[in-house]
């Protein structure tokens, strides 16, 4: 009992102690310290979840966001309801209420966090009244309205291609921003005339005259996506408006200037206008901890608005609103001094838009993947994205400029009327044969079959250079990534989520029943093989699958022959499926690392695009 009454009583002492004014006022700096910090790891990393999908970075950004919001209303309260005094109180919540709102490059974690889909009506109803009857009638132009035919038409030696631009980056700035604009407008469910969808495409056909002109054509969308990013995630839109920039550079000057002239000064200041009774820490030596709180929350704030500055003046948004003001201002094309400066902000390289991969999904490797139940749990549902049987993904590859010119040259090919992968074959007159697999009931089950048909293919006659073989690398990579967004994207594809869900759990059951006891690829691929010998087509996907796959075996012909065959096909299907109404689904992934099928999205939708039900 002795003992036990000790232990008590020293547990009492401990939590007495904890909640003593000095206890408190420590509890409060350490808790502004710790949102000032979460604040400062939003800045700098915010802008690199649009480059990298990372799961672990999400997470780690969403948990960032979330605690740091309740964790300053927490500390205000706190600081609210102190019982003690201490003059530093009101200087520490200041600084909390700015750090609250200044993130300029993570404004929101998602759409949902501010109800965008409430809010668009009213923001379209101000924002189209002044750009929505442009598009019915001919412009009427000024010297304040920048066109792209200004800026192509601009005699200024920065933005001529026998000057400052002989690659053509500063103009495709504009055109971004131009077609960002354009594209801005199908979230408010405004549909363009034709003619606005003729010029358009227009214009992305000159920009594929040229002898890699895919590559410059997706190079104007991922500056344009990363607009339309900007719109939806940062303040960007509202700081460069005339007003929002000059504010921004008051705060600058203010904080160059004022925050050394504030920890010179302050210091003294407060050692020698100490309030009576007033609760401090301080060290043994007698320096003021509340002090070293006060400067390293007002350095981290320094620290925070430097890295917005710099990520403002790199930004695109800089860059077009130089480029623009350059292409109607005589003055500053006949000033070397400026040309130069634009020039070497316009020319600084930023960091890449996207993150430029293709996320991929392999049936017959991952169908027998099984929850770790450690992992994914009711808890973790609350917090992560939830993941059903068989869904796990292979490695990703970086996307190819084989990938990019296949996809391109498949949509110029023939863009008024897009076929479910059917075109393809008819040209490589193998329709007879095949075309029976463009026709299933869902585009669920076409991509699935085809996958694995492709994958039967690739084991059972491989390549001895992959690498050196683009219709190879075009036909694996698009049919393991059309798999991917099948396995954890659907609202990307055409058919309703729900029933690609329902097709996705049937075709895992298919497969774990079929491929009963295989153990090894090499295995699962013979059984499929002897499947697509043996059984006859019951429905079933697998089967329909290893069926295809044992008629691509037995065409007589060439390995590449059949390579080039599915490539094409592929590439076709890529630009089938991008057309899409469901444009918040695809902003919602810009905040992801982006997808590939939204690039195509953009260009299909440029152009005007619409999808038109497989041939039957």
């Known amino acids: 009992m002795g003992a036990g009454n000790k232990t008590l009583s020293e547990a009492t002492a401990v ?10 006022l420590a509890k409060v700096e350490f808790l502004a310290c710790l949102a000032a910090f979460l604040l400062m790891l939003l800045t700098i990393f915010g ?28 500390t205000l309260g706190l600081m609210t309801e102190a019982s003690f005094q201490n003059d530093l109180l009101p200087v520490w919540a200041i600084f909390l209420m700015i750090f609250f709102g200044s993130s300029d490059s993570y404004s929101i974690h998602s759409l949902e966090d501010c109800e965008h889909r409430k809010n668009y009506a009213w923001q379209y109803v101000i924002k189209i ?8 009638k001919s412009l009427e132009i000024t010297d304040r309205v920048v066109t792209i035919e200004k800026v192509w038409k601009c005699q200024g030696w920065l933005l001529r291609s026998e000057g400052g631009d002989k690659d053509s980056k500063l103009k495709d700035i504009c055109l971004s921003f131009s077609l960002y604009k354009l594209l801005r407008l199908k979230f408010s469910d405004y549909s363009l005339p034709k003619q606005a969808h003729e010029k358009a495409w227009k214009l992305i056909q000159y920009l594929y005259a040229e002898g890699n002109g895919y590559e410059r054509a997706f190079r104007v969308v991922e500056l344009e996506l990363s607009f339309l990013f900007d719109y939806f995630y940062t303040k960007y839109v509202t700081i460069f408006q005339p007003l929002g920039w000059r504010i921004k550079l008051v705060e600058f000057l203010f904080l160059v200037i004022g925050v050394p002239v504030m920890i010179g000064l302050f210091y003294p200041w407060y050692n020698s206008n100490r309030s009576q009774g007033e609760v401090q820490l301080a060290t043994k030596g007698g320096l003021s901890i509340d ?7 007002v350095l981290i704030f320094a620290c925070v608005e430097l890295v917005q500055c710099f990520f403002m003046v790199i930004s695109e948004w800089t860059k077009v609103s130089l480029l623009c003001k350059y292409a109607r201002t005589n003055s500053w094309q006949e000033s070397k001094l400026m040309e ?3 020039g070497l902000i316009c020319r600084t390289p930023s960091p890449k838009p996207w993150e430029r991969k293709l996320h991929r999904y392999s049936l017959h490797e991952s169908y027998d993947y099984t929850l770790q139940r450690w992992l994914y749990n009711v808890l973790t549902d609350l917090f992560m994205d939830p993941i059903r049987d068989g869904q796990t993904e292979s490695a990703p590859a970086k996307l190819s400029s084989e990938v990019k010119e296949a996809v391109f040259r498949s949509l110029m090919s023939n863009p008024e009327a897009l076929q479910n992968g059917e075109a393809s074959l008819i040209r490589n007159e193998v329709e007879h044969e095949l075309s029976w697999a463009c026709k299933l009931g869902t585009q669920t089950q076409v991509i699935i079959v085809w996958h694995i048909a492709t994958s039967i293919f690739e084991q059972m ?4 250079d992959p690498s050196s073989n683009s219709n190879f690398l075009v036909a694996t990579n698009l049919s393991k990534y059309l798999a991917y967004l099948v396995t954890f ?4 594809l055409p058919d309703h989520p729900y029933d690609s869900e329902y097709i996705f759990d049937r075709i895992i059951i298919e497969a774990r029943h079929l491929l009963k006891d295989c153990k090894t690829v090499k295995e699962r691929i013979q059984r499929l093989n002897k499947i697509g010998k043996t059984m006859n087509d019951t429905g079933k996907v697998m089967i329909q699958g290893a069926r295809l796959g044992q008629q691509l075996l037995d065409v007589e012909n060439e390995p590449n022959f059949i390579w080039k065959v599915l490539a094409e096909f592929w590439a076709e299907l890529m630009v089938y499926v991008a057309p899409s109404d469901n444009a918040i689904a695809h902003a ?4 992801m690392g982006g997808e590939f099928v939204t690039h195509v999205w953009a260009l299909v939708s440029h152009a005007g695009i619409k999808r038109e039900p497989p041939l039957e």
């Open 15 to 24: 939590i007495k102690k904890l909640r003593t004014p000095k206890a408190n």
């Open 47 to 74: 802008s690199s979840r649009r480059r990298h999908n990372h799961q672990k970075l999400r997470v780690l950004l969403w948990a960032a966001y979330t605690f740091s919001s309740y964790l300053i209303v927490y």
């Open 129 to 136: 009244t002044g750009e929505a009857p442009n598009y019915r």
């Open 291 to 297: 002090f070293l709180v006060t400067a390293l929350i």
């Open 340 to 342: 130069k400066l634009i």
């Open 461 to 464: 006659m491989p390549i001895s």
């Open 489 to 492: 994207h659907l609202k990307l």
């Open 588 to 591: 919602e992934h810009l905040a």
